[in-house]
């Protein structure tokens, strides 16, 4: 009877965790959202479905992949230019001002835009297959290397 019973549990289990698998993928279209990875203690989510392997085509993952190590490698910078400018405004005080509030502003909003405009529309071009995306994707990339390359050049305001 005892092990009836634990099979039954087990069952029930099983049973519960196959229906939250189908609710998910009712709901986000069997694309469970896992990006960015966030510790199960967090009171936020993950907010968008992120998969190389599964979502992309075989002949197409090396080049996204690459996307995604070239987006990593971006908020690496954005993040060191941050700390850079906050060692500068404790080492200098007030005159590094102005570097440490636009590193604030590029760590801040050009982290998520460029997820968002370039990497993301790159990764869904490709699973999906569209050309519209490719075109936005080509401009938005150009854009921030623009944007990259006046911020690289550093014009002074005096």
């Known amino acids: 009877f005892r092990k009836r019973e634990e099979d039954l549990e087990r ?15 009712r709901v986000y279209g069997d694309r469970v959202p896992n990006f960015p990875p966030i510790p199960a203690f967090f009171p936020c989510t993950p907010c968008v479905s992120h998969n190389i ?14 996307a995604f190590y070239h987006w990593q490698f971006t908020v690496f910078c954005y993040l060191f230019n941050f700390v850079v400018c906050f ?24 982290i998520p835009l460029s997820f968002l405009t370039w990497y993301r529309m790159l990764y869904n071009a490709v699973r999906l297959d ?29």
């Open 130 to 158: 569209s050309s519209m995306r490719y075109m936005l994707f080509f401009f938005m990339y150009g854009m921030q290397i623009f944007v990259s390359g006046i911020a690289a050049l550093g014009f002074n305001s005096g």
């Open 11 to 25: 069952r029930e289990r099983q049973l519960r965790e196959e229906q939250k698998r189908l609710e998910d993928a």
């Open 87 to 110: 060692g500068m405004i404790c080492a200098l005080g007030t005159k590094a001002g102005s570097a440490f509030g636009l590193s604030l502003l590029y760590a801040g909003l050009f």
């Open 53 to 66: 392997d599964f979502a992309i085509a075989p002949e197409h993952q090396l080049t996204v992949r690459r």
